[in-house]
């Protein structure tokens, strides 16, 4: 059984630029959230996928945008980099929509310069 | 922002102590987590309650769910220093599929 994985791990771009981090979910997963962690803080909810379609989003403007595809793997794209969108990305995948027990990847360390 | 407010921040403590550490949040969520993020690591679940009052253990790990849904606490017995890493609360209410995370404590285990 596979884990989540996460690509890249680390990268650095500068404001204004776009970026698209991507996640493999568990097998047997077919649920997918997005969160950003800034240093030094708990993770904050960015949006979940599943079978698909985006089902509830956080607190994050429309130039976050994700998809999710037939095989449960998700990408997370940022568009108009600000420095303030330098964090950690995590991924986690869960076996449904409303269980609170997810399983995260290691993350992609984003850095706007 | 943060709607959970997680106590203490940092934590120092010598191999073989008892750590405790607590989740308050003004409203009330249906299910409380606790997850441990090590270094260069996403966060690991620890312990999933699901009932108001309802005590855990996993291992050397307790947890509550608070009567009023609004608090739990994790504790850990008998410390050994891989226990250190951030331990982050999170709490979900019912048909809304996000986690609400508190800020983290910091665990140091001195051998």
Redesign the interface.
């Known amino acids: 059984e596979t884990g ?1 994985t996460q690509s890249p791990t680390h990268l650095i771009k500068t404001r204004g630029q776009q970026v698209t981090l991507r996640c493999s979910s568990q097998s047997g997963h077919n ?1 997918v ?1 997005w ?1 950003q962690q800034a240093l ?6 960015i949006f ?1 996928y599943y079978r698909e379609e985006e ?2 989003r ?2 994050f403007p429309p130039r976050f945008s994700g998809l999710q595809f037939p095989n449960y793997s998700s990408e997370l794209n940022v568009n108009a980099l600000e420095l303030d969108d330098s964090a950690l990305y ?1 991924c ?1 995948s869960s076996a449904g ?2 269980t ?8 992609s360390r984003l850095t706007v310069l | ?2 709607q ?1 407010n ?1 106590s203490p921040q940092s934590m120092f403590i010598q191999e073989g102590e008892d750590v405790s550490m607590n989740c308050t949040s003004s409203s009330i969520f249906n ?1 409380w ?1 606790w997850y441990k993020q090590d270094p ?6 620890l312990i ?1 309650l699901y009932k108001a009052g309802e005590l855990t253990s996993n291992g050397r790990l307790t947890a509550q769910f608070g009567i009023t849904r609004k608090d739990s606490f994790l504790n850990i017995s008998a410390s050994i220093p891989s226990d250190v890493g951030i331990y ?1 609360c ?1 709490g ?1 209410r ?11 404590t910091q665990l140091t285990v001195n051998p």
Do not use: C, I, K
């Open positions: 989540v649920t959230s969160y030094g803080q708990g993770p904050q909810f979940q089902n509830g956080g607190n995590l986690a929509l409303d609170g027990e997810l399983f995260f990847g290691e993350g | 922002g943060q959970l997680q299910t987590l260069g690591e996403g966060p690991v679940l999933a982050f999170a979900q019912t048909s809304v599929s996000r986690l609400t995370f508190g800020e983290g």
